[in-house]
């Protein structure tokens, strides 16, 4: 993995796979409780033609956990987004995520969109609108962030969280407060300003984000959505012929 330091003191760790290619690159973010290794029955057939950047997002695999709660938010993980494509030389990229990941790739889009040439939106939701429905989140994001405190596993766990070795555990439920709690509405509220296309992916079997996915597919003018069969929330790990199948036709169409 390669090392970024950010302007705070923090260190990342990111990889690019092809980056003499000509193709417009892709990010990827990994969800939460997993790392950049969750991606690698895609890289390979997915960067053909094309540079394709993977990291870890603070507090996860091999980037830093630091200990200040400061260090961790949705705008500094946005930031930390446009830094490693500025380390891997991309101006502009397909901005794609799973679940955490695939929030983030939105909120990059609401910061940063002339940087974004498509989206790829893997298992995962806009947030939410409604403050009940957020308070009700961020109640279940408090419960992960204590159970894992106290040494427990992450409840619901999957094949993305399963496969994650962290160097630096400690710093996982400080990121689960300070970046996958939401705040507000902005970017649910944002899909209907996106016009690149979008690729909305879902497991068939990944029962509480279909209806987030048929929403995004409703509210983004240029969005396909690709329903998997047999998998769950890591579609792209559960079966990733059909994941990679099914982003090369988005990026071929670039």
């Known amino acids: ?8 003191g ?6 690019v796979y092809n980056p003499q290619a000509s193709g417009i690159p892709v990010l990827l973010t990994h969800g939460f409780g997993a790392t950049a290794g969750m991606w690698d029955r895609n890289v390979e057939a997915l960067s053909v033609d094309r540079p394709v950047i993977v990291w870890d997002l603070r507090g996860h695999g ?4 630091p200990a200040d709660m400061d260090s961790y938010s949705e705008n500094l993980s946005v930031d930390d987004m446009a830094a490693v494509l500025d ?8 901005i794609g995520g799973m679940s955490l990941g695939g929030y983030l790739s939105l909120a990059f889009h609401l910061v940063h969109p002339q940087r974004v040439a498509a ?5 995962t939701g806009p947030g939410y609108r409604n403050d009940e429905a957020r308070a009700k989140w961020n109640d279940w994001v408090e419960r992960q962030a204590a159970k894992l405190e106290c040494g ?7 094949a993305e969280v399963g496969q994650a070795l962290h160097e630096h555990p400690e710093g996982l439920p400080r990121a689960a407060r300070g970046i996958m709690a939401q705040k507000d509405a902005r970017v649910i509220e944002s899909l209907d300003t996106v016009t690149v296309p979008a690729l909305v992916v879902v497991g068939a079997q990944d ?41 090369r036709e988005l990026l071929e169409r670039l």
Request: net charge negative; no cysteine.
């Open 1 to 8: 993995m390669n090392r970024l330091q950010r302007p705070d």
């Open 10 to 15: 923090v260190t990342l760790a990111y990889r």
């Open 62 to 65: 091999s980037s830093d956990a």
């Open 87 to 94: 380390a891997a030389g991309a101006g502009r990229a397909v």
């Open 119 to 123: 989206l790829l939106l893997v298992d």
């Open 152 to 158: 427990e596993a992450l409840s619901g766990i999957s």
């Open 207 to 247: 029962t509480k984000f279909l209806a987030p996915a048929d929403y995004m597919q409703r509210r983004i003018a240029n969005a396909h959505k690709v329903v998997i069969d047999d998998a769950g929330h890591a579609a792209n790990m559960d079966q990733p012929e059909v994941f990679n199948t099914a982003v």
